[in-house]
């Protein structure tokens, strides 16, 4: 495909007819997408509709709307790759490949242009300025073309994960919006809550995994080699799918929710279940009820371990054994530090990442069958964290410890792995020892019950300890500005 320059693109915008609504069918309190998709795996393509509904939060008149184009970091050239040179030869199983995302035209603005740093932002000129309050619909026709790439978007050797596919909202702030790069270490996403309807017409001999049940249209298609299916999820920051050709899968319920696993290579894929319900159990009885009816983990092509979307996971098909249950445990987690309680995962990666990893040790101090204790993870991590130290700063001079950074502030994978897992799990295994287990798990909780569905800062997360009756201030800026030492 063509690349796309960032030029104004009028003549392409269909229509403006749609221009400024009063969002009737849905409350103007979050956004809403409608999306509609057909994938055809010849051409490794997905055509696609976007209907947004969008409310103005900010405090101040908008006069466009925009939005993330994730997709186009796997385009040739892109200036930030979504691989690093580490990962590239598990990602890349086929050589080196690229895909793109290319709008096809806007409804509901009066113009469009692909633009950012690296054209990563889709910017949408609205008729009128949106006052604070108000709602704007608008429509996007777009179609993705997928990488040759074990990764979160692209087609693998086994599957087609389709996640960040799609253009999203930036983050509003009460300025107006801020845009992120791509980054190849970490998460760079940071999503609103919002409401999702995505209807996706496949060919007949694929089977969608995603975290809401996807309801089969009947007769959606004249084509019978095609079927059409339907998810809605509502109160999520983003949807994911993994769709395969070769999926099994099992169910178990746990109270209302049911745990499915979608699996073609696991050789134990009842141990892998029981590893996500035994988990989420956990989860939900130390941090607070599970916010859906469905919990799904997806076993796909990654070049990395796993990665969390709301009621959804995907996980390795290369990770086996205790690993398995451990990034499945991890991937859980996610669902409350990250799905639940939203961070700036650009600016602060440890918030959800460590805390997500200081999860899975109390979850397998609580279940000491899978082999791992909590006393191993930590020890893990502070042996992992202490090597990284004493390496970096024989070469470099100095260790780079502080937390509270940007991911582009990162040398590589090696330090934010170290930095924002490892040193995250010191950092909350130390306050356990301060506090006790007691507080810590009533502060955790009240975190999630009092910043759920929002964009938690590191200070409202302190804060929940301090209400808590733990003051552990002091050791939280010891950690996060790299002044303590381990």
Same mark, same amino acid.
């Given at each position: 495909?063509?690349?796309?320059?960032?030029?104004?693109?009028?003549?392409?915008?269909?229509?403006?007819?749609?221009?400024?609504?009063?969002?009737?069918?849905?409350?103007?309190?979050?956004?809403?997408?409608?999306?509609?998709?057909?994938?055809?795996?010849?051409?490794?393509?997905?055509?696609?509709?976007?209907?947004?509904?969008?409310?103005?939060?900010?405090?101040?008149?908008?006069?466009?709307?925009?939005?993330?184009? !994730?997709?186009?970091?796997?385009?040739?050239?892109?200036?930030?790759?979504?691989?690093?040179?580490?990962?590239?030869?598990?990602?890349?199983?086929?050589?080196?490949?690229?895909?793109?995302?290319?709008?096809?035209?806007?409804?509901?603005?009066?113009?469009?242009?692909?633009?950012?740093?690296?054209?990563?932002?889709?910017?949408?000129?609205?008729?009128?300025?949106?006052?604070?309050?108000?709602?704007?619909?608008?429509?996007?026709?777009?179609?993705?073309?997928?990488?040759?790439?074990?990764?979160?978007?692209?087609?693998?050797?086994?599957?087609?994960?389709?996640?960040?596919?799609?253009?999203?909202?930036?983050?509003?702030?009460?300025?107006?919006?801020?845009?992120?790069?791509?980054?190849?270490?970490?998460?760079?996403?940071?999503?609103?809550?919002?409401?999702?309807?995505?209807?996706?017409?496949?060919?007949?001999?694929?089977?969608?995994?995603?975290?809401?049940?996807?309801?089969?249209?009947?007769?959606?298609?004249?084509?019978?080699?095609?079927?059409?299916?339907?998810?809605?999820?509502?109160?999520?920051?983003?949807?994911?799918?993994?769709?395969?050709?070769?999926?099994?899968?099992?169910?178990?319920?746990?109270?209302?929710?049911?745990?499915?696993?979608?699996?073609?290579?696991?050789?134990?894929?009842?141990?892998?279940?029981?590893?996500?319900?035994?988990?989420?159990?956990?989860?939900?009885?130390?941090?607070?009820?599970?916010?859906?009816?469905?919990?799904?983990?997806?076993?796909?092509?990654?070049?990395?371990?796993?990665?969390?979307?709301?009621?959804?996971?995907?996980?390795?098909?290369?990770?086996?054994?205790?690993?398995?249950?451990?990034?499945?445990?991890?991937?859980?987690?996610?669902?409350? !530090?990250?799905?639940?309680?939203?961070?700036?995962?650009?600016?602060?990666? !440890?918030?959800?990442?460590?805390?997500?990893?200081?999860?899975?040790?109390?979850?397998?101090?609580?279940?000491?069958?899978?082999?791992?204790?909590?006393?191993?993870?930590?020890?893990?991590?502070?042996?992992?964290?202490?090597?990284?130290?004493?390496?970096?700063?024989?070469?470099?001079?100095?260790?780079?410890?502080?937390?509270?950074?940007?991911?582009?502030?990162?040398?590589?994978?090696?330090?934010?792995?170290?930095?924002?897992?490892?040193?995250?799990?010191?950092?909350?295994?130390?306050?356990?020892?301060?506090?006790?287990?007691?507080?810590?798990?009533?502060?955790?909780?009240?975190?999630?019950?009092?910043?759920?569905?929002?964009?938690?800062?590191?200070?409202?997360?302190?804060?929940?300890?301090?209400?808590?009756?733990?003051?552990?201030?002091?050791?939280?800026?010891?950690?996060?500005?790299?002044?303590?030492?381990?």
């Amino acid at each position: 495909m063509r690349k796309i320059i960032c030029l104004a693109l009028t003549g392409a915008v269909l229509g403006s007819a749609l221009g400024l609504a009063a969002c009737e069918r849905h409350s103007c309190a979050r956004s809403h997408y409608t999306i509609t998709g057909e994938y055809f795996p010849e051409t490794r393509t997905l055509a696609a509709e976007m209907t947004v509904e969008v409310p103005n939060m900010s405090e101040v008149e908008l006069s466009e709307l925009k939005f993330q184009l !994730w997709a186009n970091a796997y385009r040739e050239g892109a200036a930030h790759a979504p691989v690093s040179e580490n990962f590239s030869s598990l990602a890349y199983y086929a050589g080196e490949d690229h895909g793109e995302i290319e709008i096809k035209g806007v409804a509901g603005a009066e113009s469009f242009s692909v633009c950012g740093e690296d054209d990563n932002i889709l910017s949408l000129k609205l008729a009128a300025p949106l006052s604070p309050g108000d709602c704007a619909t608008v429509t996007v026709k777009y179609e993705v073309e997928l990488a040759r790439i074990n990764h979160r978007l692209g087609v693998t050797a086994s599957t087609v994960n389709l996640a960040n596919f799609y253009p999203i909202l930036c983050e509003m702030t009460g300025e107006g919006f801020r845009e992120y790069i791509y980054t190849s270490s970490g998460d760079p996403f940071v999503s609103e809550i919002a409401d999702y309807d995505v209807t996706l017409t496949l060919p007949e001999s694929y089977t969608v995994a995603s975290g809401y049940a996807a309801e089969e249209l009947a007769d959606a298609n004249a084509d019978d080699m095609k079927r059409a299916y339907h998810v809605r999820e509502e109160g999520v920051r983003d949807v994911a799918f993994v769709l395969s050709e070769k999926y099994h899968f099992l169910t178990e319920r746990v109270e209302n929710t049911e745990v499915a696993y979608y699996y073609y290579r696991d050789t134990a894929p009842e141990q892998t279940l029981k590893a996500a319900v035994d988990s989420l159990k956990f989860y939900s009885a130390s941090f607070g009820a599970y916010d859906h009816p469905r919990y799904t983990v997806a076993e796909t092509d990654l070049a990395f371990a796993g990665m969390e979307y709301p009621a959804f996971s995907m996980i390795s098909a290369e990770t086996g054994g205790t690993e398995r249950a451990q990034v499945v445990a991890h991937e859980t987690a996610h669902q409350w !530090w990250y799905a639940k309680v939203g961070s700036n995962q650009f600016d602060d990666a !440890w918030q959800d990442e460590g805390l997500a990893e200081y999860s899975t040790a109390l979850f397998f101090e609580a279940e000491p069958g899978y082999g791992l204790t909590y006393a191993d993870m930590v020890a893990a991590s502070e042996r992992s964290y202490r090597a990284f130290f004493s390496v970096y700063s024989q070469v470099h001079g100095e260790a780079n410890t502080v937390m509270h950074r940007p991911l582009t502030e990162f040398s590589g994978d090696y330090e934010y792995r170290n930095i924002a897992y490892d040193k995250g799990v010191i950092l909350f295994d130390r306050i356990r020892e301060v506090v006790g287990s007691k507080k810590l798990i009533g502060a955790l909780k009240r975190y999630a019950d009092t910043c759920g569905g929002t964009i938690a800062t590191p200070a409202e997360l302190i804060n929940c300890f301090s209400k808590s009756g733990a003051n552990v201030s002091a050791l939280f800026d010891s950690f996060l500005e790299g002044k303590c030492v381990i």
